[in-house]
């Protein structure tokens, strides 16, 4: 938890459940924000509606006085939208049926369930890497430094003809509405820290 050292707005309570006396001996929000500076820095940044939480994070670290990190930004919205089409809600709560149950607005059990999307829309749409699910649905990834700052958008995307599997030998999965075989995920994903481990989903900057 951390201490934002202000008071707290009794919307928002309702919402994550946490009260004042909880947080009356956490972190303070200008170490929390080094702390974040010092390890997402050169590295991806994967979160649901990400356009609120970097626009939090810019503001918290703007107050306190700490540089922001240099990192890209992928939104699983923007992500969920692309590779599974026709879901009746792209909120990160409504979606248990897809992801199982989970704690919504508690920040370990979101951070969970925006992972578990994630490796869902790149198993939906054979990608293998951030990279390629970024290719394949179109995705621009957002910007965030001190320089410039911009959130993850979508481009127009043309579709891939799926080539037949026997006429595709070993070069891998279609992109299609058909003939899809499946992303090899068994890749380790999480650290202790929910931080991006190895294998093709480890995401830095060059």
Same mark, same amino acid.
């Given at each position: ?6 008071a ?23 170490g ?18 990400a ?8 503001? &918290?670290? !703007? ?7 240099? *990192? @890209?930004?992928?939104? =699983? $919205?923007?992500a %969920?939208? /692309? ?19 989970f ?5 370990l ?7 578990n ?8 749409c ?19 430094n &001190?320089? !410039?700052y ?6 127009? *995307? @043309?579709?891939?003809? =799926? $080539?037949?599997? %026997?006429? /595709?030998g070993?070069?891998?999965p ?33």
């Open positions: 938890l951390i201490n934002p050292g202000c707290f707005d009794y919307r928002c309570v309702r919402i994550h459940g946490i009260q004042e006396e909880d947080v009356a001996g956490a972190m303070d929000l200008h929390a924000m080094a702390l974040l500076r010092e390890r997402l820095d050169g590295r991806g940044v994967v979160a649901h509606n356009a609120f939480d970097t626009g939090v994070m810019k503001s &918290a670290m !703007e107050r306190e006085g700490v540089e922001p990190p240099d *990192v @890209r930004v992928l939104c =699983t $919205v923007a %969920a939208r /692309r590779a599974l089409p026709g879901l009746s809600s792209y909120s990160l709560s409504k979606m248990m049926d897809l992801l199982g149950e704690h919504a607005h508690n920040a059990d979101d951070a969970r369930a925006c992972a999307l994630l490796l869902r829309c790149a198993k939906a054979g990608a293998r890497s951030v990279e390629e699910l970024s290719e394949t649905l179109g995705l621009i990834p957002g910007h965030f &001190a320089q !410039e911009y959130h993850c958008k979508t481009r127009p *995307v @043309r579709k891939r003809r =799926t $080539v037949p599997s %026997a006429a /595709r070993s070069k891998g279609a992109i299609g509405n058909g003939g899809q075989t499946e992303a090899d995920l068994t890749v380790p994903y999480f650290n202790e820290n929910l931080g991006v481990d190895s294998g093709p989903f480890a995401w830095a900057l060059p």
